[in-house]
């Protein structure tokens, strides 16, 4: 069944008051691996699904970022998405891998750590795009929160020629040769079934993923009467500087707890 547990093991961790797993769950059928992150003890928590971005080796989840949030009272899983870490499956850029992040979901949801209504999702960069689509296919999410997040796919491969090759190859084409492969990776156009509340953080100086994929977002939300919040740096880039990165963090994990629950 999607997002059962069929196997972890303790991993290192930096910090004396956070437990992390490497875990093997399941996703249609294939053994996905991921990380697991919570305070230690028997508390119940909120549920934090942290959504990577990049794609195979660029991006990589990192155990420290995932205990930065562990440690503000939640219990974060982070899927490493299908064929990576040792997982099986081929990763697909926002394609049938949106159901490794649906089924991350569904993990913590069902997780004896876990408060069932107030599991948020978090998506970084390429992330983003697996945060909404994940949102749209589970029921009872709590928040989402998008930061520096893809929402339109064929805009990434318009701003990064770096990655043109890659998308072709995993999409199958071009965003004129296969527009419909495309739009079904792009959340802009399926937000009418979004239920939770939306938080967008961005840099305006972002190169990596432009501010207009934010913009895209927060206008589409508004157009259907969604709720959605906006916090826009316009001086920063991609990466906040450390700093701003803890104070944001910090800002963020308020807003999630104080989102209903579901």
């Avoid at 994940?134 to 930061?147: G, H, K």
């Avoid at 990776?185 to 190169?207: C, F, M, N, Q, S």
């Amino acid at each position: 069944m999607d997002g059962d547990i069929i196997d972890q093991y303790r991993f290192p961790s930096p910090h004396p008051g956070i437990e992390v797993f490497v875990v093997t769950y399941m996703s249609q059928g294939l053994k996905v691996k991921g990380f697991f992150a919570a305070p230690k003890g028997n508390g119940v928590y909120d549920g934090f699904l942290y959504l990577r971005g990049g794609i195979k080796n660029v991006g990589q989840v990192r155990v420290p970022r995932l205990i930065e949030f562990a440690s503000r009272g939640f219990a974060v899983f982070a899927p490493l998405y299908r064929g990576n870490g040792g997982g099986e499956g081929n990763e697909d850029f926002a394609g049938d891998d949106r159901y490794d992040a649906f089924a991350g979901f569904e993990l913590l949801r069902r997780h004896p750590l876990v408060h069932p209504g107030r599991v948020h999702l978090f998506g970084f960069s390429r992330g983003g795009a697996m945060a909404l689509h994940a949102a749209l296919m589970a029921e009872n999410v709590c928040s989402v929160a998008v930061w520096g997040g893809v929402t339109d796919m064929a805009l990434t491969y318009q701003e990064r020629p770096d990655l043109r090759r890659m998308m072709k190859r995993v999409i199958g084409g071009t965003p004129n040769k296969c527009p419909e492969r495309y739009r079904h990776r792009t959340p802009l156009y399926h937000l009418e079934r979004l239920k939770a509340p939306v938080l967008i953080i961005h840099g305006g100086r972002d190169e990596n993923v432009s501010i207009e994929h934010a913009w895209r977002l927060e206008r589409r939300l508004k157009q259907l009467g969604k709720p959605v919040t906006a916090w826009y740096f316009p001086t920063f880039t991609h990466y906040f500087p450390p700093p701003a990165n803890r104070k944001t963090v910090q800002r963020l994990t308020q807003w999630m707890k104080q989102q209903p629950t579901v």
